[in-house]
């Protein structure tokens, strides 16, 4: 699979539930980066990776938000105590170390509806 | 902090009919500009514009950059019920010397709906 692969496509949660998603990046990029995209808006940053390094988390990124990539490899983004505003699709992305302008890729998305 | 905004958010045309979108950007560190167009789901590479008044090309798609305007259009001609999707302008942050941190800031986006 030359793709950035997202699991699952779709989750759907009652309020207060923990919810955990994974990215499998392009295997030979070091970037891996997560953002949330709400209805009608464009994607909006959460954090990003280089490595298994999360060098930069966005303020959007409460206490109940968290994201680690151990092995540098995939990724997971936790999000614990849904709360309805949590609905967007969550988007991740990886790039080449050099020149991150130059293949970055985004998976298909996980769609979260909090219920 | 970096802006971009889009213009219109939303277009409704006919098959046939060209159609012009418009990102404008307001960044403390201009590298490039790039657009995308998501269907549903994953966002997917159009163009990515460095240089002002060089036109990009990809079939009936092209764009163009004015970084003394700070803006760029991306048009399409001869539109297809296929082009339907959302349209995204991202700027990447950038340091004062031009390297880039791969962190994009994303526009509203301009959802465009051609009808048959």
């Known amino acids: 699979d030359t793709g950035v692969s997202q699991d699952p496509r779709h989750k759907i949660t009652k309020r207060g539930q923990n919810v955990t998603f994974r990215c499998d990046p392009i295997?030979?990029?070091?970037?891996l980066y997560w953002y949330r995209q709400t209805l009608g808006q464009g994607p909006e940053f959460l954090t990003y990776?280089?490595?298994?390094?999360?060098?930069?988390k966005s303020r959007l990124l409460s206490d109940r938000f968290s994201a680690e990539r151990p092995k540098g490899s995939f990724s997971t983004l936790e999000i614990q105590r849904t709360e309805q505003g949590d609905s967007a699709m969550y988007l991740c992305?990886?790039?080449?170390?050099?020149?991150?302008?130059?293949?970055?890729?985004f998976g298909s998305g996980t769609r979260l509806t909090v219920v | 902090e970096d802006k971009v905004v889009q213009s219109p958010l939303s277009l409704v045309v006919h098959e046939g009919d060209t159609v012009t979108l418009n990102c404008s950007y307001e960044?403390?560190?201009?590298?490039?500009l790039l657009w995308y167009k998501q269907e549903k789901k994953a966002p997917t590479f159009l163009f990515m514009l460095?240089?002002?008044?060089i036109e990009k090309k990809s079939g009936r798609l092209s764009s163009i950059l004015d970084k003394k305007e700070l803006f760029s259009i991306l048009n399409i001609t001869a539109t297809q019920t296929g082009d339907s999707a959302i349209y995204l302008c991202?700027?990447?942050?950038?340091?004062?010397?031009?390297?880039?941190?791969?962190?994009?800031?994303f526009g509203q986006g301009t959802i465009l709906t051609v009808h048959p």
């Open positions: 460095t240089s002002s008044g």
């Open positions: 295997s030979e990029h070091n970037r």
């Open positions: 992305a990886s790039s080449p170390n050099i020149d991150p302008n130059y293949g970055y890729t």
């Open positions: 991202a700027v990447p942050l950038a340091n004062a010397g031009g390297t880039s941190y791969g962190k994009l800031t």
């Open positions: 990776f280089q490595n298994e390094a999360q060098l930069e």
């Open positions: 960044v403390t560190n201009f590298r490039s």
